[in-house]
Nanobody, 126 residues
Framework: QVQVEESGGASVQAGESLRLSCTTS????????MGWFRQFPGKMREEILC????????YIADSAKGRFTISRDDTKRSLYLQMNSLKPEDTAMYYC???????????????????WGQGTQVTVSS
């Protein structure tokens, strides 16, 4: 059984930092595209940062440039999202996704063909 679990969400003040973690089990890790997404209330889920399976390609949303970074530790089967200089507009539910397809050419795991976690809430107050 595949499990994807996010953690690290919290309520913080603007300007502070958070590190989100995503752990996986039941699926191979180093051979899949994966990424972080977020969803605002009433809106569609959107990509923030993604890594291709090789790690050679990275997608980064404009909203994340200069503030967020993505990394992964294959030995721990974990994906991380380091968020610095948080803003109130970063308040959202954050999700981790792992591509169902191994060695795909995707930079970001496709929404309809990925394993998803339940999400972790990030709230940033001014």
């Amino acid at each position: 059984q595949v499990q994807v679990e996010e953690s690290g969400g919290a309520s913080v003040q603007a300007g502070e930092s958070l590190r989100l973690s995503c752990t996986t089990s039941g699926v191979t890790f180093a051979d899949r595209a994966m990424g972080w997404f977020r969803q605002f209330p009433g809106k569609m889920r959107e990509e923030i940062l993604c890594l291709s399976w090789s790690g050679g390609n990275t997608y980064i949303a404009d909203s994340a440039k200069g503030r967020f970074t993505i990394s992964r530790d294959d030995t721990k089967r974990s994906l991380y999202l380091q968020m610095n200089s948080l803003k109130p507009e970063d308040t959202a539910m954050y999700y981790c996704a792992v591509d169902r397809i191994r060695y795909s050419g995707q930079w970001c795991p496709p929404s309809d063909k990925s394993y998803w976690g339940q999400g972790t809430q990030v709230t940033v107050s001014s």
